[in-house]
């Protein structure tokens, strides 16, 4: 019931400020394109954020250890929304496969508006890593939407991380 509990209490106050890495810096697409990156870390209870695991650019593989009973690992998920010139808002669902708890992967909403004067916005998820190892998804349902022009974009990807 207490990992459930951390569980909440980080899905709840999923936003920080801080990181042990700075965002990934977007590739591709035209200048002023709605875009997403990240960075997933690893550590303990006390410091998720203490390995890094992977990123978004550049891309490499996605290895996380697996918890076990005598020693849980928790991973920490930086999102970072990138502003597309004029104010924009991303907004839809993350959903975290390798997260512990249920035999559903935990979702986590994204309702987020980098300003125009702004370049980026971000958003974090802290979790326990799945017991059981095998690969999992980490899975974007967005949509960002340009507030000038009205233009919205869909953001999807997935993203493979395997636990072992």
């Avoid at 990934?24 to 303990?44: E, Y």
């Avoid at 104010?87 to 909403?109: M, N, R």
Wanted: aromatic share 8%; charged share 15%.
């Amino acid at each position: 019931m207490r990992t459930h509990s951390i569980m909440v209490a980080a899905l709840a106050a999923a936003f920080t400020s801080a990181c042990a890495r700075s965002a990934p810096k977007p590739i591709g697409g035209a200048p002023g394109t709605p875009h997403v990156s990240w960075i997933i870390m690893s550590g303990d209870r006390d410091n998720p954020d203490q390995e890094f695991v992977c990123q978004s650019n550049p891309r490499n593989d996605c290895v996380l250890p697996v918890s076990r009973p005598d020693a849980q690992v928790f991973s920490d998920i930086h999102f970072y929304y990138h502003g597309a010139g004029a104010e924009t808002k991303y907004a839809g669902s993350i959903d975290i496969g390798f997260f512990q708890g249920s035999t559903q992967s935990h979702t986590a909403q994204t309702d987020m508006t980098v300003k125009k004067s702004g370049s980026i916005a971000n958003q974090s998820v802290t979790g326990i890593v799945a017991a059981t190892a095998g690969t999992y998804a980490v899975t974007f349902a967005l949509a960002a939407t340009v507030s000038d022009t009205g233009k919205s974009q869909p953001i999807r990807d997935s993203v493979q991380v395997v636990v072992r």
